[in-house]
């Protein structure tokens, strides 16, 4: 079974340039969670949907972010303009029932805002 | 916000030794979870634990569920290479569906 795919893995881009991450969850999983990870800060999560819906979006930095889920198989984090200090590994992670039980990880996407 | 305090944030071995490392909070939790996250890779489920004093082994990894459901423990017996990494505990409070993370121990192993 594929697990939690996203894309790009890496991206690289000028600062002021907007970013679009994307994330397909595991099949069936009702939660989506979208983590950023930094050496300085570690594992912050920024936004999460149940059921499609954002239900705790108190962890995005700034007006600059932005996060869709227009279907159960697919989410994008948007970025607007990019900063350098928005440089991290961005990782999605997907569960079942509602997001009481255990998340399962994709691979992240490393951005480099130069 | 929620916060979970893990230690030690990194340790030092050698093969073939056992590791232990902890996480508290200051509320209690109705899950925790261990993760392992190895370089470039996202982090990977090993595992969780549901009830207070719940005990779980899976392989030579053994976790547990504090009793007061405001710690959990992880423990590695008989370390080798490849448990080289950081290792999370993660976990739902009361009521909450977002899961938070502590902030990692990273085990290097010298062979």
């Known amino acids: 079974d594929a697990g939690v795919i996203q894309s790009p893995r890496h991206e690289v881009t000028e600062m002021g340039q907007e970013v679009t991450l994307r994330c397909k969850p595991i099949s069936g999983h009702n939660s989506l969670f979208w983590y950023r990870q930094t050496m300085m800060r570690g594992l912050e999560l920024l936004i999460y949907f149940n059921n499609n819906v954002p239900i705790d979006d108190s962890g995005m930095p700034e007006d600059r972010f932005s996060a869709k889920m227009p279907n159960a198989s697919f989410s994008t984090l948007k970025i607007q303009p990019s900063e350098p200090r928005d440089s991290a590994v961005y990782f999605c992670?997907?569960?079942?029932?509602?997001?009481?039980?255990?998340?399962?990880f994709g691979q992240g996407t490393r951005l480099t805002v130069v | 916000g929620q916060q979970l305090n893990q230690s030690p944030q990194s340790m030092f071995i050698q093969e073939g030794e056992d590791v232990s490392m902890n996480c508290t909070s200051s509320s209690i939790f109705n899950t925790w979870l261990w993760y392992k996250q190895d370089p470039g890779e996202g982090p990977v489920l090993l595992i969780a634990l549901y009830k207070a004093g719940e005990l779980t082994s899976n392989g030579r990894l053994t976790a547990q569920f504090g009793i007061t459901r405001k710690d959990s423990f992880l423990n590695i017996s008989a370390s080798i290479p490849s448990d080289v990494g950081i290792y999370f505990c993660?976990?739902?409070?009361?009521?909450?569906?977002?899961?938070?993370f502590g902030q990692g121990t990273r085990l290097t192993i010298n062979p």
């Open positions: 992670a997907s569960s079942l029932q509602g997001g009481y039980t255990e998340a399962f």
């Open positions: 993660a976990g739902h409070s009361q009521g909450a569906q977002k899961l938070v």
